[in-house]
């Protein structure tokens, strides 16, 4: 049968993005998430474009299981069973002053990162019970450990991310359905790029390997964790981030 994955936050220029490219070049049919329908469906027809694989995109937005439920029977309506489901989307919670945060504004970072993928883990879970297996790979982060300012919520989801996933890996074990993070330090995306020098003088940039992920960087470390290549591996982490975590304080350079 077909091999196919679920990629949520996907849109082009986007870790989520890399991460479907990088199944689709492996063979894998890829399914997209974004909240806008046509970035979904712009990114689904470039991996298209650049892989040969079928893509499709759906507009799909925290927190209506209803709307989780139409994407999966229409996966399985398109003649597939979930093999991989990877929940890179996030709510990043940026500048959430925690003295001040609306109560909202909190829970909705614990409602997307943390109750939304639950939805989403099972409905995906369903559909690999019924194939004899499969994996979720949650995109996690060094922050599920480490604390940075006004990010209380974001902290706490991320920490809340690992031990459902290893609730996970312990429940749906015995459907030989497996459950992994990955935990990037910061990513080069767009907003790195596009503010560089606030980013260069980041201390999370100051790595004992000297630089941050690339978005191929996470996209392989969520092929490893999303394949066969990790078949004996449940409920583990795979820490992306240089070296970033291990250190008590980053070595920042004098000039
Ligand atoms: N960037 C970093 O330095 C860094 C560091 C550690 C961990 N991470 C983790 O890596 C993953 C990717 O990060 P990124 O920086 O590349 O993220 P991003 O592009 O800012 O966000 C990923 C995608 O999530 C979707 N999204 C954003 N807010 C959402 C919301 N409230 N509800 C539903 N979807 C939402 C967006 O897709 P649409 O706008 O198309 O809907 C976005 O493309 C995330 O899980 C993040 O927590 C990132």
């Known amino acids: 049968m077909k091999k196919s994955v679920l990629v949520t936050g996907a849109r ?18 890829v399914f997209i998430t974004s909240r806008h329908a046509e970035s979904a469906q712009a990114a689904a027809e470039k991996i298209t474009a650049i892989t040969g694989r079928f893509a499709k995109g759906y507009a799909l937005s925290a927190f209506d299981e209803g709307d989780v439920k139409t994407v999966f029977e229409d996966i399985r309506a398109n003649g597939y069973l979930l093999d991989t489901l990877v929940c890179n989307a996030a709510n990043l919670g ?9 109560i909202k504004d909190f829970m909705d970072v614990i409602n997307t990162n943390v109750g939304w993928n639950f939805m989403l883990a099972r409905a995906a879970a369903l559909q690999m019970k019924e194939k004899g297996g499969g994996a979720v790979v949650f995109i996690n982060s060094n922050t599920a450990y480490r604390a940075i300012p006004s990010r209380c919520a974001y902290s706490a989801s991320k920490g809340g991310m690992l031990a459902m996933s290893r ?22 995306t767009e907003r790195w790029e596009n503010n560089y020098n606030d980013c260069r003088n980041a201390p999370s940039n100051f790595t004992p390997l000297g630089d941050i992920a690339s978005f191929e960087d996470i996209a392989n470390a969520a092929w490893y964790l999303g394949s066969d290549q990790s078949r004996n591996t449940t409920g583990a982490e795979l820490v992306v981030d240089g070296g970033n975590m291990i250190q008590l304080y980053p070595i920042i350079p004098e000039k």
């Not at 082009?12 to 049919?29: H, L, Q, S, V």
């Not at 459907?175 to 080069?188: A, D, E, F, T, W």
């Open 12 to 29: 082009e220029n986007t870790t989520g993005f890399a991460i479907a490219k990088r199944f689709a070049e492996e063979g894998y049919d």
């Open 167 to 188: 609730a996970l890996a312990l429940d749906l074990g015995k459907y030989n359905i497996r459950s992994n993070c990955v935990l990037p330090g910061m990513i080069k």
């Open 94 to 102: 940026i500048r959430q002053d925690t003295l001040t945060v609306d």
